[in-house]
């Protein structure tokens, strides 16, 4: 059981940044695949970017490609999300979650492939 922790999100004007973390309890967080959702209000939930366990892939939704960037620090136990020229459509709240991987390079914007998920962290754009 991975327990996933999200933190950093807020109110952000158009344009600004924020970094969102993603704390995983488990010591094996290295051998998961990691990847951001968000979900607006009304809307399905969304991918984001996915990021394999060494972090040597990624996988961004077009959307987000050129302003976001995601990374990973295996020794912290950490996923991260910088964010940066922020839009009123980026207002969501975010969500991490853990896939076990079956391969190193492995990254994926399904869903359904995802073992555990956090509880989400709301980010506000305001135009």
């Known amino acids: 059981q991975v327990h996933l922790v999200e933190s950093g999100g807020g109110l952000v004007q158009a344009g600004g940044s924020l970094r969102l973390s993603c704390a995983a309890s488990?010591?094996?967080?290295?051998?998961?695949?990691m990847g951001w959702f968000r979900q607006a209000p009304g809307k399905e939930r969304e991918f984001v970017v996915a990021i394999s366990l060494g972090g040597s892939d990624t996988l961004y939704a077009g959307s987000v490609k050129g302003r976001f960037t995601v990374s990973r620090d295996n020794a912290e136990n950490t996923l991260y999300l910088q964010m940066d020229r922020l839009r009123p459509e980026d207002t969501a709240v975010y969500y991490c979650?853990?896939?076990?991987?079956?391969?190193?390079?492995?990254?994926?914007?399904?869903?359904?492939?995802?073992?555990?998920w956090g509880q989400g962290t709301q980010v506000i754009v305001s135009s």
């Open positions: 488990e010591r094996t967080f290295s051998t998961y695949a």
């Open positions: 979650a853990a896939r076990r991987s079956p391969s190193t390079r492995a990254t994926s914007p399904r869903p359904a492939l995802y073992d555990y």
